[in-house]
Structures are given as structure tokens and as C-alpha cells.
């Protein structure tokens, strides 16, 4: 039996700006994430794979707020919040990142999935005090 492939995704939030990266291979605007290795917990995944990639400390609700399961691969989409720290983008998988207010994002030409997810993640961060955080 093949193991299920799992990646964590993370939506995060500074002033009520959400952070997008400019994805080298895929040439896309995507939300910060990447693989979960063996022995990680989703969040600790989420929380490594965004101080690799954008070099920022986060805290991230508990519970996915969204999962899609497809050819074997499960992907937990997190609303998270900034902490701390100064993007420095790794270069190897990332051009560029972006801030966007909900405006932005519905004005934006992402592709409707991620722009999807973006509505979504807003709407969650809109309750998103305290409560279900964690660091």
C-alpha cells in the first residue's frame, strides 16, 4: 500500500494582508507550504516549511480550514498569523512575494482554486482572535 503524500498549506495574515509567493516551477502565485516530512505533526511541517521558505515565525489555528484529498496526496489548508520576522525568500523555489488585502486577491488574477481558498482564508481570519492558536 502506498503511503499517503501530505502537504500542508499556510495562509498567513499580517494586518489583514495575506502573503503570497511567486512558486518557481509552477510559475504560480500560491500560499507558502510544502511536504510534511516523517515524524512531523502537520503544524510542525507548516511552521518549518514557512521559516525555510519566507524565513517568518507564525502562529497557526489549530484545525485546517480546508483539506483536499486527490491521487494520494492530502493537502491542510491553515489560516496563520505573523509573528515575527523579515521575509528572505529561498531562492531556489520562490521569485517574488506579495501582500494583498481581500480586494486585491478578488481584483487579482490568481487562479480561481487559490483565489478560492484566498476569500476563504480571509473569511476565517475575520474570527480568527486568539482562541484555537497555536505557537
Known amino acids: 500500500m502506498r503511503m499517503m503524500n501530505k502537504v500542508v498549506v499556510g495562509f498567513i495574515f499580517k494586518e489583514n494582508k495575506l502573503l503570497l509567493i511567486k512558486h518557481k516551477k509552477k510559475n504560480m502565485w500560491l500560499p ?3 511536504h510534511v516530512e516523517p515524524g512531523e505533526t502537520l503544524l510542525e511541517a507548516l511552521k518549518r516549511e514557512i521559516k525555510e521558505e519566507v524565513s517568518l515565525i507564525i ?4 484545525k485546517p480550514f480546508f483539506v483536499l484529498r486527490e491521487k494520494g496526496e492530502t493537502t491542510n ?9 523579515k521575509i528572505k525568500i529561498m531562492k ?3 521569485k517574488d512575494f506579495k501582500w494583498l488585502t481581500k480586494k ?3 481584483n487579482s488574477k490568481l487562479c480561481r482554486e487559490i483565489k478560492r481558498l ?3 482564508a480571509f473569511e476565517e481570519n475575520m474570527e480568527f482572535d486568539d482562541e484555537g492558536m497555536v505557537k
Not at 77 to 85: A, D, F, I, N, Q
Open 32 to 34: 507558502v507550504g510544502g
Open 59 to 62: 502562529k497557526c489555528r489549530e
Open 77 to 85: 489548508h491553515y489560516t496563520c498569523k505573523y509573528l515575527s520576522g
Open 92 to 94: 531556489e523555489e520562490i
Open 104 to 106: 486585491e486577491v478578488n
Open 118 to 120: 484566498a476569500i476563504k
